[in-house]
């Protein structure tokens, strides 16, 4: 995967790491040092490099840093100014967000989840990297708005959902005959990190499987049904299939994670409403700890409905479980 670049070629004052830091601060909002050097640097030693771009950058008021709330140390999480971001869209390299990290926001009770979201991202990058995929710093996008319902449009009502992150990965694996078959995955993410109810995250669920079956319908007096009346599910004009959701716990015990994935579960399997839609979802619920420990294709990954039995994020059986099966 070639990594991200600058978006302002006339600016030659940057180092090439410098160059690389400003879109994916754009996209992923806030980012430590650290977390910086794993994406774009994963063979250095210690983070004084990226800390000495990022100041580069600072001086020049493309990106600024929060204290984290969290850390007694002072760890500063870093994001990119308005500045940083005129730069970065005048370069029409990444698509334009109208969500922009402010001062305020950058120091607000956000600051966790939105870390958590990044090392999930961060997760996938680097055991692609050790399993020979594909996903590079730029291959997940955080809340992206898709809408569940004609009608009204203001945001944060019902109308649209919007993933924590749609994350995209390819993934190459054998196919029995000597030859190696690429796997082009979307994910949608949730992270929780025990902050909400566990029917909320079962809401959720819902919600996607409103999105799996939502076909918009023409609004009155524009545009004429077609034919017989048949149109597509709006999903089908953004990706090639439905893409497998990934709910990621965090931020308590491995005990109480299970607790809450086992609620998770119930709470599903009695939602009348979410048992039809049941065969177009591919859906399953693990942890942070365990993204990051052992990778995407371990089986990690609970199934948010039917069989209980530990799968991969493709929501397969491992080989010993299949054949026993």
């Known amino acids: 995967m070639p990594r991200p670049r600058f978006l302002d070629p006339t600016d030659r004052g940057l180092s090439q790491l410098g ?45 600024d840093a929060s204290v984290r709330r969290t850390s007694r140390a002072g760890e500063l999480l870093w994001y990119t100014t308005a500045l940083g971001c005129e730069v970065v869209e005048s370069g029409g390299e ?12 950058a120091a607000s009770q956000l600051q966790e989840h939105t870390l958590a979201v990044n090392h999930m991202g961060l997760a996938f990058v680097q055991h692609a990297r050790r399993l020979g995929d594909e996903c590079g710093p730029l291959d997940w996008d955080p809340e ?36 190696q078959q690429r796997m082009l995955l979307t994910f ?39 034919a017989g009346g048949y149109r597509r599910e709006a999903w089908r ?10 709910l990621v ?48 294709f371990a089986p990690i990954v609970t199934p948010a409905l039917g069989d209980p039995e530990s799968v991969d994020v493709l929501m397969r059986l491992s080989a010993a479980a299949a054949s026993a099966a």
Do not use: W
């Open 19 to 63: 160059q690389e830091i400003l879109p994916v601060l754009y996209r992923h909002r806030l980012l430590t040092a650290g977390q910086l050097a794993r994406l774009l640097r994963p063979a250095a030693t210690s983070t004084r490099y990226i800390r000495q771009q990022l100041e580069v950058l600072h001086g020049r008021g493309l990106v």
């Open 188 to 226: 949608f993410c949730e992270i929780d990190r025990a902050t909400m109810s566990v029917a909320r995250l079962a809401a959720k669920l819902h919600a996607y499987a409103r999105y799996a079956r939502y076909i918009p319908q023409p609004v009155p007096g524009r545009g004429r049904p077609k």
């Open 249 to 296: 716990l965090d931020g308590a015990s491995p005990s109480q994670l299970a607790k809450r994935t086992d609620d998770l579960r119930a709470l599903a399997a009695a939602d009348a409403r979410l048992q039809p839609a049941a065969a177009d979802l591919k859906a399953g619920v693990t942890t942070l700890e365990q993204l990051q420990r052992r990778g995407p």
């Open 144 to 179: 992206v708005a898709h809408r569940v319902r004609d009608g009204d449009s203001r945001l944060g009502d019902e109308a649209f959902l919007v993933p924590d992150a749609v994350l995209r990965y390819i993934h190459t694996a054998p196919t029995g005959n000597g030859e």
């Open 237 to 246: 004009a953004r990706y090639p299939s439905f893409p497998r959701i990934l």
């Open 94 to 105: 990444l698509a334009p967000r109208a969500y922009r990290m402010t001062e305020d926001a």
